[in-house]
């Protein structure tokens, strides 16, 4: 049973656009939320991450929106380049585990 | 943060043999972990490799076939024994840091066909 639901699968948008990519889990014990980001060819980077004690969290261009009563996180990438054009996965950890559980990915393509 | 490198960072094998991995960190961590990642999909988690104890590793993967070293704080490998085809994918070598969120780090990956 997949316990963090990433959406969509892939994402087309063009350059100057908003990028979302959703997740929502299933155990409410999860206390800490990465997103990574992972160019072909190299290994997922830590982009940028939230607590629930927040319910959003700006860095740069990328923000996380987090609603713990809908169990749901998102990332938005505000004025999108084709430099971010990468799979980008989101996670989930807590509940007594310092395992994270990833999503499936988002594959984004930002047209120049 | 860490600084991961992984070797090599890829090879082509024939079915039947053994690939050892290398991974390297440039700081001291307690937990390394490793994964594999097929074209197009999503991160597993092979095992966790922690110094000074067996490797802990995950449903659907065996000490046999992934043997793991973990001989000291900064270093691990991962072989992948008697190959076949489908063990053709990324594998990724993982840390945890200690402190602050403790955020999970990945190298490079080594991408590993095997005809």
């Known amino acids: 049973q997949q316990q963090v639901k990433q959406s969509p699968q892939s994402l087309i948008v063009q350059k100057g656009g908003i990028s979302i990519i959703n997740c929502a889990y299933e155990n409410t014990a999860f206390d800490y939320f990465p997103w990574y980001q992972q160019f072909p060819g190299k290994g997922p980077a830590l982009l940028i991450a939230?607590?629930?004690?927040?319910s959003e969290k700006k860095e740069g261009r990328f923000t996380i929106s987090f609603n713990k009563s809908a169990k749901q996180f998102s990332l938005h990438i505000m004025d999108s380049q084709p430099g971010d054009s990468a799979t980008y996965f989101c996670a989930a950890r807590g509940g007594g585990s310092y395992i994270p559980t990833f999503g499936r990915g988002t594959s984004l393509i930002v047209h120049p | 943060s860490a600084v991961i490198s992984q070797k090599p960072s890829r090879d082509i094998c024939q079915r039947g043999t053994s690939l050892t991995i290398q991974c390297q960190v440039d700081?001291?961590?307690?937990?390394m972990f490793w994964y594999r990642q097929q074209p197009g999909q999503s991160l597993t988690l092979i095992a966790t490799a922690n110094q000074g104890s067996e490797a802990t590793y995950e449903s659907g993967f065996v000490i046999d076939k992934f043997p793991i070293s973990r001989p000291n704080l900064t270093f691990s490998t991962l072989t992948v024994s008697n190959m076949s085809p489908e063990d053709s994918s990324i594998y990724l070598c993982?840390?945890?840091?200690?402190?602050?969120?403790?955020?999970?780090?990945f190298g490079p990956g080594t991408r590993l066909t095997v005809l």
């Open positions: 700081s001291q961590v307690t937990m």
């Open positions: 993982s840390v945890r840091t200690s402190g602050g969120y403790n955020e999970q780090f």
């Open positions: 939230i607590r629930p004690d927040v």
